[in-house]
């Protein structure tokens, strides 16, 4: 059986070719070029997708006598990713580019390219588990029991995607990852993490700015009953929750609240009045069955690294629903996905949205 991996040139996708070679599987190394913008082309050992990635992914490919090719996505990346990243942020949305990239680029234009060059699977180096139902005849998403678990960007999965997806690494744990790269002398087996977003090596507003071409207009802090309290730098630089960097000070802790970009304001409160039980999503994708047709109970995860909370899921219509949490969280996100998992050991993904009004 022939897999396309996907190598971004960390210890993760490589390790997941080693692990499927060890399988059995004709493996072939695939790296993708998400974007062009030469100013992020650079050395960054802190980020991915950069030349030095390539070229790492490479190296992995020869030392494990596989073929590896590059792959161009950079229009689909632009066109689903960045414009729908800078678009969120100049509408006070804060959106999550991690999700939409594995939606879009990851398990779509892959995998059609995939098939098209007659692989039967792709492969990455994603902490999860995909396994099918005999009784319920349809492909899930179980949550890792590794603390690296990744299930929550893959809540968009479809059917057909899940059937020609191979996660190998499971249930790992990143250290046993690594003394798999040492032990099969892996060049990678040490290379740090990649973290923040992948196509920005500035901050979100200038990223913002500058690809737009629109300067961040100036507006109204105000508090929860509409009283100004000052001006702020333009709802770009802020989101939900923050506290810090709000460019001027109180003689209290304040939090944002609410972005309003209609009227460009931000909406300011005190620590207490971040936490609600009670919000909408849409853009909905079901995996445990077709669509939500009744109330249900489940756990809820309202933003990647947040822990799994009680909450009845209740269908507004098949586009959208609302979330009813047991206890208060704060720092509800719009824009952010809200993926919800079964209530039991297995920690199976019922599906998930994004998220959109709080209450």
């Not at 709000?246 to 609410?258: A, E, H, N, R, Y």
């Not at 690294?305 to 509800?332: N, Q, Y």
Request: net charge positive; proline share 3%; charged share 25%.
């Amino acid at each position: 059986m022939k897999v396309l991996v996907g190598m971004s040139g960390g210890v993760d996708s490589s390790v997941a070719a080693l692990l499927l070679l060890q399988q059995g599987y004709d493996v072939t190394g695939v790296t993708m070029k998400l974007f062009s913008n030469s100013s992020n082309e650079t050395t960054n050992d802190k980020k991915c997708c950069s030349i030095d990635d390539v070229s790492d992914a490479r190296r992995i490919a020869y030392k494990l006598s596989i073929d590896h090719i590059v792959m161009n996505f950079t229009y689909e990346f632009e066109n689903f990713v960045i414009k729908k990243f800078v678009n969120d942020y100049q509408s006070g949305i804060t959106p999550n580019p991690c999700v939409l990239c594995n939606q879009k680029i990851k398990f779509e234009a892959l995998l059609k390219k995939a098939i098209a060059l007659d692989f039967d699977y792709i492969s990455t180096g994603h902490y999860a588990n995909v396994e099918y139902s005999k009784s319920l005849k349809r492909w899930l998403i179980k949550k890792s029991k590794s603390s690296k678990d990744q299930s929550y960007v893959l809540y968009g999965m479809k059917q057909y995607q899940l059937k020609r997806t191979l996660m190998p690494l499971g249930n790992m744990e990143k250290t046993k990852i690594r003394n798999i790269a040492k032990k099969h002398n892996l060049p990678v087996a040490e290379k740090a993490e990649s973290q923040e977003i992948c196509f920005i090596n500035k901050s979100y507003s200038s990223f913002i700015e500058e690809y737009s071409q629109k300067p961040s207009l100036f507006g109204n802090f105000i508090n929860e009953n509409g009283k100004i309290l000052g001006k702020h730098r333009g709802i770009i630089n802020y989101t939900i929750g923050q506290r810090k960097g709000l460019g001027i000070s109180f003689g209290k802790p304040m939090f944002v609240l609410k972005i309003d970009s209609k009227k460009n304001q931000i909406t300011l409160g005190p620590k207490k009045s971040q936490y609600k039980k009670k919000f909408t999503a849409n853009n909905l994708n079901f995996i445990l069955f077709e669509k939500l047709t009744e109330p249900i109970s489940a756990l809820v995860k309202i933003r990647y690294k947040a822990e799994l909370c009680k909450a009845e899921i209740i269908p507004i219509d098949f586009r959208k629903v609302e979330i009813l949490l047991e206890e208060s969280e704060k720092a509800i996100t719009p824009g952010q996905s809200v993926v919800f998992y079964t209530n039991d050991s297995n920690y199976t993904i019922i599906g998930g949205g994004i998220i959109e009004k709080i209450f």
